[in-house]
């Protein structure tokens, strides 16, 4: 999942010195709350009652009153413009106050756009209005996190950039704190479907920390799975004019398989210069970020020749009509942000809203305490049927089920990996790193504990 906010990160930290350092003020809006005949739409996929009339009583938890649930939604708007995961927030409480909201109460989202630079002063403004953060994620998250921690403020994250498995956290998409979550792939693609290309891997990455540290663990798991990486190379963080000095080395150095890491208009360009200097790879890791209509067009005719992959957590959002969860999902954006694209990090938040409201709507008492340890009593989670299942009482546990999806000249489909269980193969190795990649701050290390959170 620290994958999908690469593009952000490499192209911003390339400009960080043009930023100003200006703070954006929180931006609130009130979702619609018209449309009382959804009142029987409550549910959502195998999920039942997920939002609904009631009768609250006023309590003294910030960002909670008798009719109202303020929730923070962090994003980086501000500096990339896509605007997926308020996207996501609007559609999701939306639909949730047309039903009633949670036991009677409306759900107010707050978008805290941190521009990528200004996290820490968002962070420093949700702890002061906020109830929960929800749903969203900022490549540079890492800067936040202890703010966070001092003042209690829990958070279910779209995506995590550098601090998976921090205190208050609770991922709808499974944590795997530890664990690669790509050791299923890996092995698939090294063992099984091109066996020959594990003797030539190569890893190619935008030249910053983040994706310095990715390909590190890439490494490592590519190594473990039975790969030797005979290349590796980083690309300035702005991008690169001609990509074909990178192809004439990935050619003389006879890579077979290739993990790129990094934006994925990069990736484009490096496939055409392959492409026109006639070599071809087994495959491509073009990983999440590529996940989209966007790549295939960028791409184009290359993708007739170079085969790319990718490893998405969720269920393929081109088959939305094959699956209840994910079909319902599509016509409730259709509905509430009909000119939104519904992309994967969208689909994360939303899982990571449904997760709040059915923690929060079984408090008797609406209290941050109450809604995290529901949360993590989950044990079988899938929002609803929009992803694999994952067990949420233990962010520890490596995550058994993958699936990969094939970019083609007219669109990604899903690629013959042999699922187990319906789109999903659920096998893979369970592979902890060895390599020392940093640890998240905990509530220790700022003084607190979780006795008190309240």
């Known amino acids: 999942m620290r994958r999908l906010l690469i593009p952000a990160l490499v192209l911003a930290l390339a400009?960080?010195?043009?930023?100003?350092?200006?703070?954006?003020?929180?931006?609130?809006?009130?979702?619609?709350?018209?449309?009382?005949?959804?009142t029987a739409t409550a549910d959502f996929g195998t999920l039942k009652s997920v939002c609904g009339k009631g009768t609250p009583k006023t309590v003294t938890s910030q960002g909670v009153t008798?009719?109202?649930?303020?929730?923070?939604?962090?994003?980086?708007?501000?500096?990339?413009?896509?605007?997926?995961?308020?996207?996501?927030?609007?559609?999701?409480?939306?639909?949730?106050?047309a039903a009633g909201g949670i036991n009677g109460r409306k759900i107010t989202p707050v978008t805290h756009d941190s521009a990528l630079m200004q996290v820490n002063q968002q962070m420093i403004g949700a702890c002061r209005t906020d109830f929960f953060e929800v749903g969203g994620g900022a490549a540079l998250d890492g800067l936040g996190v202890k703010t966070r921690l001092k003042c209690l403020l829990p958070e279910f994250p779209a995506q995590v950039t550098s601090e998976i498995g921090a205190d208050l956290q609770v991922m709808a998409m499974g944590a795997s704190t530890g664990y690669s979550p790509y050791a299923g792939y890996f092995s698939w693609l090294l063992k099984e479907a091109y066996p020959s290309s594990a003797s030539g891997v190569g890893i190619i990455t935008g030249d910053v920390p983040i994706t310095k540290l990715l390909a590190g663990q890439d490494k490592e798991v590519l190594t473990a799975m039975g790969g030797k990486v005979t290349y590796s190379d980083l690309y300035p963080a702005q991008g690169v004019s001609d990509w074909t000095p990178?192809?004439?080395?990935?050619?003389?150095?006879?890579?077979?398989?290739?993990?790129?890491?990094?934006?994925?208009?990069?990736?484009?360009?490096?496939?055409?210069?392959?492409t026109n200097i006639d070599y071809k790879l087994d495959w491509i890791d073009a990983n999440?970020?590529?996940?989209?209509?966007?790549?295939v067009k960028l791409a184009g005719p290359a993708l007739g020749t170079q085969t790319n992959f990718a490893s998405i957590n969720g269920y393929p959002l081109e088959k939305a009509d094959?699956?209840?969860?994910?079909?319902?999902?599509?016509?409730?954006?259709?509905?509430?942000?009909?000119?939104?694209?519904?992309?994967?990090?969208?689909?994360?938040?939303?899982?990571s809203w449904l997760?709040?409201?059915?923690?929060?709507?079984?408090?008797?008492?609406?209290?941050?305490?109450?809604?995290l340890e529901n949360a993590k009593?989950?044990?079988?989670?899938?929002?609803?049927?929009?992803?694999?299942?994952?067990?949420?009482?233990?962010?520890d546990e490596p995550l058994k089920c993958f699936n990969?999806?094939?970019?083609?000249?007219?669109?990604?489909?899903?690629?013959?990996f042999k699922p187990t269980e319906g789109v999903y193969r659920c096998d893979a190795p369970a592979y902890k790193f060895k390599g020392n990649y940093g640890k998240p701050p905990t509530l220790a290390d700022v003084g607190k504990s979780l006795s008190d959170l309240k």
């Not at 308020?86 to 409480?93: I, L, S, Y």
């Open 15 to 38: 400009a960080a010195a043009g930023c100003s350092g200006r703070t954006k003020s929180a931006d609130t809006s009130s979702p619609s709350t018209t449309g009382a005949a959804d």
């Open 66 to 97: 008798s009719s109202e649930i303020k929730v923070g939604v962090f994003s980086d708007v501000g500096f990339t413009k896509n605007p997926e995961f308020g996207n996501a927030a609007k559609v999701f409480t939306s639909w949730c106050n």
């Open 246 to 274: 990178y192809a004439q080395s990935i050619k003389t150095k006879k890579v077979k398989g290739l993990v790129f890491l990094g934006d994925f208009t990069q990736l484009a360009k490096l496939e055409q210069a392959l």
């Open 288 to 295: 999440s970020n590529a996940y989209g209509p966007a790549f």
């Open 322 to 351: 094959d699956n209840p969860a994910t079909k319902e999902m599509v016509a409730l954006f259709k509905k509430y942000a009909p000119d939104a694209q519904l992309t994967l990090p969208a689909m994360q938040a939303f899982s």
């Open 355 to 371: 997760l709040f409201a059915t923690s929060a709507r079984d408090c008797a008492e609406l209290t941050r305490s109450c809604v």
């Open 377 to 395: 009593k989950q044990t079988d989670w899938t929002g609803g049927g929009l992803h694999a299942s994952v067990n949420l009482s233990s962010p």
């Open 404 to 416: 990969v999806e094939k970019a083609t000249t007219s669109g990604w489909v899903p690629a013959d």
